[in-house]
């Protein structure tokens, strides 16, 4: 297995885990959650931007894995002190892959990617049933600091 930054070559195999991605969520949260596609624009454009990266998890010259970074700052609230932090927004390990240490080896490279740019931590948001996803990243140090309630009518 290798960890790399993902390149524009790997696109279409970056929205085939994306519908995986979706299809699992909307699994979780069907109520609020739809299997989709990911617009093909969005991933060219992380992958080009400066401040956002895709690592790609490859075996076989075949992306069996990403997790999509972003470089943040928080906002302007005057209660807030400032940071500049990286954010994972999506993670996903194929289906026929995972348990196989490879989510475990792209959050390792992230926490290297913030590093790297000097920032001050790396955040995530999970969906509360995603109790493996949740298990990994307390294995990996993260640390629950805020909840997302909902009242339903």
């Known amino acids: 297995m290798k960890i790399k930054l993902a390149t524009l070559d790997e696109v279409n195999q970056i929205e085939i885990l994306y519908q995986e991605l979706f299809l699992k969520m909307s699994n979780f949260q069907p109520k ?14 992380t992958i080009n931007e400066k401040d956002s990266d895709i690592l790609i998890a490859e075996i076989d010259n075949c992306t069996v894995g990403f997790l999509l970074i972003q ?4 906002p302007s609230y005057t209660c807030l002190v400032e940071h500049k932090y990286a954010f994972i927004t999506d993670i996903i390990v194929g289906t026929k892959y995972q348990n196989q240490g490879i ?13 790297n ?8 948001n999970v969906l509360s049933e995603n109790i493996g996803a949740i298990t990994l990243y ?16």
């Open 32 to 45: 609020y959650i739809k299997p989709a596609k990911q617009d093909v624009e969005f991933i060219r454009k």
């Open 71 to 74: 470089e943040l700052i928080t």
């Open 103 to 115: 989510g475990s080896a792209l959050l390792l490279e992230a926490k290297k990617w913030a590093k």
């Open 117 to 124: 740019r000097n920032l001050d931590y790396l955040e995530l």
């Open 138 to 153: 307390e294995k990996q140090g993260f640390k629950d600091v805020s909840h997302t309630m909902r009242y339903e009518f």
